[in-house]
C-alpha cells in the first residue's frame, strides 16, 4: 500500500481534467487521473493505495467522474483535513470512503492505515489519529456501498417520505 | 422560533419545521442536467430500478460544455440524452439555447422558494430568483430522476451585508471576488449565503446571478438573495414562475455576519492558480496575455457584453490578443445583436461564438497552450482549467477583460474609458 500526499485545495479539474469528461468509465477515467499535476499517479497507483490530502480536497466542479477516477484506479479510501461539500456526497455515492482526519500530516509515506469509523480514528503505523464522526444516515449509504445500493435495498418503501 | 430563508424554504418544502443541521428527504422543485453530468445520471436512474423519470415536467435539459458536439464521444453523450429526452417526455432545450444556468434562469424554471438541483457546481446560480439551489453529482441526479426528492443537510447562513455605491466600471464580478478573497476557498464550505444590503437591494438580476454563481468558490452549498421587487418583476416575466416572498426573519440564527462596503471597491482579479489569491488591478497590471474570453454562466448576459462595450467604444482588440466573446444564451445574444454590441465586437477583432460553455470547461474549444496566459470573466482559474496545466488563468470583470484585450496586457479599466 502506497500513500499518495497532495496538499491544499486539490480541485476536480486536477483530479480529472475536463477533456476526459466523456468517458464514464472508472477504469478509463483511472488512465487520466491527475494528468498534466502529478504524472506518476495513473502510472504507479496500486489498488489498495491511500490518498491523503490537506484542506478542501475535491473543490470545484460537481463531476462525478473525480471520486470514479480514483476509485477505477484503485483507491480505497481519501484521507484530507477536510472536504469540499459535492466531492464528498459524490465519494460516498459511488463508494469511495471519504475520511475527515485533522491530523492527517502526521500520516507518514509508508503507514499502513486502518480506520475504525466506528470508533472515530485511523490507525497509522500504531498511532491512533481522531477523525471526524460521520453522520447516521450518510453511514447507512456507506455501508450498503453507495446510494444506488442503498436505493435499491429501499425498493417498494416510500422514500421521498422519509 | 425565526428562521433563516434556507430554514424556511425547507420547511415549507417538507411541511414541517425544520432547523440548520437537520438531514431531511427534502422533494425537489427542478432537475438540470446538460451533456456532461446528464449521461452517468441516466446511467443512475436505470441502476436504480428507474422507468419513468418523477415528473418530466419539472426536469430541465440541455447541452452547453461541448455544444455543438465537439468528438465523436460527445455526440454519442448527446445522442443518448436525446433518446432519454424522447422517451420520457423531457423538454430538451439541446445545443439551441445557451449554457445551463442562463437559461434555466430565462426560461423562468426556478420560482422563489423552490429546492433546485442540478448536476452542475453552479446550479447555485438559481439563488438569485431566491430559490434553494445547489450542485449535485451524477449519482445524485439519477436518485432525484427516479424518485423526485434527495437528501439534504440543511445548511448554517452565512449573511453577507454589503453596503455603498459601485465606483464606474466596478461592479458585482468585482464585489464577488473581493468576497471570495475574503472568505477563502473554503470559508463557506457546507454553508449558504445570504447576499443582503443595500447594494444587492440596487443589483438587477444580471448582478445577482453573477454572485450566486460565485457562491461555490467559497465552498457554499447555496448563495441566496432574499426575494424582493426585483425578484419579483422578474418572476412576473413568466408563466411558469410562482411568486412566493421569503426573507429572513429577525432574530434568525446565523453561523456568522461579514460585512462589506463597496464605495472604495477597485477592479479586482483572481491570480492563479485559486479563485480566493484575489488582489487590486493594479497589483497585477502590466501581465501580457495571449486570450482574453468574455462570456460563461458568471458574465455572459447583456448587462456584461453592455459593460466590455462600454470600455471598448470605437477601438480595436491587441493584435496579440485572441478574443473570445460568447454570449450566455440565444436570447442574451440577440439583446446585444440588436443593441448593436456584437457588430462593434467583431469590428473590434473578437471571434464571437454561439452561446455555450466556450473555454470555460477546459475541454471542448478556446484552449490556451504551455506557458500562454488566459483573462476570462468565468469563475475558475485552476492549474489546467482552461487547457495546458502550465498555462495561467486570471479572473476579472468584463470591464476590466475588455480593458485588457485592448491593451494585449492586465489593465484597469478606469485608464482606458
Known amino acids: ?162 | 422560533m425565526a428562521k433563516t430563508i434556507v430554514e424556511k424554504i425547507f420547511s415549507e418544502q417538507c411541511g414541517r419545521n425544520i432547523s440548520a443541521g437537520d438531514v431531511v428527504m427534502a422533494p425537489v422543485s427542478g432537475a438540470m442536467l446538460h451533456d456532461i453530468t446528464g449521461p452517468l445520471a441516466i446511467d443512475k436512474f436505470y441502476e436504480m430500478g428507474g422507468d419513468r423519470v418523477f415528473d418530466p415536467a419539472k426536469v430541465i435539459m440541455m447541452f452547453d460544455h461541448q455544444a455543438p458536439a465537439d468528438s465523436l464521444d460527445a455526440a454519442e453523450n448527446q445522442k443518448k440524452m436525446r433518446i432519454f429526452a424522447k422517451e420520457q417526455g423531457i423538454y430538451n432545450y439541446d445545443i439551441k439555447e445557451g449554457v445551463c444556468h442562463q437559461v434555466t434562469m430565462e426560461k423562468g424554471r426556478v420560482s422563489p422558494g423552490d429546492i433546485v438541483v442540478g448536476g452542475d457546481s453552479h446550479t447555485c446560480t438559481y439563488g438569485a430568483a431566491g430559490a434553494f439551489a445547489t450542485g449535485i453529482g451524477s449519482t445524485d441526479l439519477g436518485f432525484v430522476l427516479r424518485f423526485g426528492c434527495l437528501y439534504f443537510r440543511v445548511p448554517e447562513t452565512i449573511r453577507a451585508e454589503v453596503s455603498g455605491r459601485f465606483s464606474d466600471l466596478v461592479g458585482p464580478k468585482d464585489l464577488i471576488l473581493k468576497m471570495t478573497g475574503d472568505i477563502g476557498a473554503d470559508g463557506a464550505t457546507y454553508r449558504a449565503i445570504e447576499f443582503c444590503g443595500e447594494t444587492i437591494e440596487r443589483m438587477g438580476m444580471a448582478g445577482r446571478m453573477t454572485c450566486c454563481n460565485m457562491a461555490i468558490e467559497m465552498g457554499a452549498k447555496a448563495g441566496l438573495v432574499p426575494p424582493d421587487a426585483v425578484t419579483r418583476r422578474w418572476c412576473e416575466e413568466y408563466t411558469s414562475c410562482t411568486w412566493k416572498e421569503f426573507v429572513s426573519d429577525p432574530g434568525a440564527t446565523y453561523h456568522s455576519t461579514r460585512s462589506f462596503d463597496v464605495s472604495d471597491l477597485v477592479p479586482q482579479v483572481a491570480v492563479p492558480h485559486n479563485v480566493d489569491h484575489v488582489v487590486d488591478v493594479t497589483a497585477v497590471a502590466g501581465t501580457p496575455v495571449d486570450q482574453v474570453f468574455i462570456g460563461s454562466c458568471t458574465n455572459g448576459r447583456y448587462e456584461d457584453l453592455a459593460e466590455a462595450a462600454q470600455v471598448l467604444k470605437y477601438r480595436s482588440f491587441s493584435n496579440d490578443v485572441r478574443v473570445l466573446v460568447i454570449p450566455a444564451s440565444r436570447t442574451e445574444y440577440l439583446k446585444a445583436l440588436r443593441a448593436g454590441i456584437i457588430e462593434r465586437f467583431v469590428e473590434a477583432g473578437a471571434l464571437v461564438e454561439a452561446p455555450c460553455c466556450g473555454p470555460c470547461m477546459g475541454g471542448s474549444f478556446g484552449l490556451i497552450a504551455a506557458g500562454e496566459v488566459s483573462f476570462a470573466t468565468s469563475n475558475r482559474n485552476f492549474r489546467g482549467r482552461q487547457g495546458s496545466t502550465s498555462g495561467e488563468v486570471y479572473l476579472g470583470s468584463p470591464a476590466t477583460a475588455t480593458a485588457t484585450a485592448i491593451t494585449g496586457k492586465i489593465t484597469d479599466p478606469r485608464e482606458v474609458a
Open chain 1, 1 to 162: 500500500m502506497r500513500v499518495w500526499r497532495f496538499g491544499d485545495d486539490i480541485d476536480t479539474d486536477a483530479i480529472i481534467p475536463g477533456r476526459f469528461l466523456t468517458i464514464n468509465d472508472p477504469a478509463e477515467l483511472a488512465k487520466h487521473a491527475f494528468e498534466g499535476t502529478n504524472d506518476a499517479f495513473a502510472r504507479e497507483v496500486s489498488p489498495g493505495d491511500v490518498i491523503v490530502a490537506g484542506r478542501n480536497f475535491g473543490c470545484g466542479s460537481s463531476r462525478e467522474h473525480a471520486p470514479l477516477a480514483l476509485k477505477g484506479a484503485g483507491i480505497g479510501m481519501v484521507i484530507a483535513k477536510s472536504f469540499a461539500r459535492i466531492f464528498y456526497r459524490n465519494s460516498i455515492n459511488v463508494g469511495l470512503l471519504p475520511v475527515i482526519c485533522p491530523d492527517a500530516d502526521f500520516i507518514g509515506e509508508n503507514d499502513s492505515i486502518v480506520p475504525n469509523l466506528a470508533a472515530g480514528y485511523l490507525e497509522a503505523s500504531g498511532r491512533q489519529l481522531p477523525i471526524e464522526p460521520v453522520p447516521e444516515f450518510l453511514k447507512k449509504i456507506i455501508d450498503a456501498g453507495g446510494l444506488v445500493s442503498y436505493a435499491n435495498q429501499l425498493h417498494g418503501e416510500d422514500i421521498c417520505t422519509r
